[in-house]
């Protein structure tokens, strides 16, 4: 008895969709700047990455086998920074500062980021690996398990990274003046 393999599945490489946003900073010191940064900033911290994953796929069973049929993964990363131009006459000392904080800020938020371009891509590679199952239920129930153990082990990284750094403050996100 012939058995043909299963249609060839297509799984297009993970859609990844970055989006920065800034709050504006107008202080002209050290303590107007944290102020304004503590009133401002999103979710009460000076910075904020929200990395989302959608996943979606449809089934068909052709033959003996189920098969994924458009599927795709997006990851929106949206992140938010505080923006401050310095005003005439600020101490180049207070310059300095900023643009160091400033740079750990954005390294930090990156490494959020990655965790969710990982998880969106780790899933993406899921799809190619396991894109038909001997049936439809079989196939979306194992799509399901794996992109919840993918988003737990997301929001364990990125609550670790800011268990270890102090939500970046011991990456030099902090202004310690």
Known sequence: MFFAPPPAVVVPDT???ERTSHYDIKATDEAGI?????????????????????????????GATCVLVKPGVQ?????????????????????????????????????????????????????????????????ESYLKKKSDELQRKREAADLDLDRRTGHGSKEGVAISW
């Open 75 to 139: 990851v929106n990363i949206n992140i938010v920074y505080p923006s401050w131009v310095p005003p005439t006459g600020v101490k180049p000392q207070v310059i300095t500062k900023w643009d160091a904080m400033l740079k750990a800020m954005v390294r930090h938020e990156g490494e959020h980021a990655q965790f969710a371009k990982d998880q969106g891509n780790a899933l993406t590679a899921i799809m190619r690996e396991h894109s038909h199952d001997s049936s439809c239920e079989r196939l």
């Open 15 to 17: 859609q990844i969709v």
């Open 34 to 62: 944290v102020k304004e940064m503590n009133e401002k900033g999103p979710s009460s911290y000076w910075a904020y990455t929200n990395g989302g994953v959608n996943s979606w796929w449809d089934t068909k069973q052709v």
